[in-house]
């Protein structure tokens, strides 16, 4: 698996993979309501991470890239401000 997506972290995280998870990268994307502060900032190898801010992440898929874009939300008017973007190609199969 190249990429793992998940939610309900209150926070987002495009996370380095790692040998220990078979080198898949992990997008974490649940900031969407409620966001909190990270307890341990250096926990994970991070590419990019945003705590206390609303926001979110989107994925896009054009042939054999990932295009990933990750926005914060403003708490008075609801603007959406890009903050990080990184396209990632597909791994070579072994």
Request: hydrophobic share 40%; charged share 20%; with cysteine.
């Amino acid at each position: 698996v190249d990429v793992y997506v998940a939610g309900h972290d209150h926070d987002v995280q495009l996370l380095h993979s790692v040998p220990e998870c078979s080198n898949t990268i992990l997008l974490l994307s649940g900031a969407g309501a409620d966001p909190r502060a990270f307890t341990d900032r250096k926990r994970n190898p991070v590419i990019y991470q945003q705590d206390n801010q609303l926001g979110f992440a989107i994925g896009e898929i054009s042939g054999d890239t990932l295009r990933v874009k990750i926005y914060s939300v403003s708490g008075t008017d609801g603007a959406a401000m890009l903050r990080f973007q990184q396209a990632f190609p597909r791994r070579a199969l072994p």
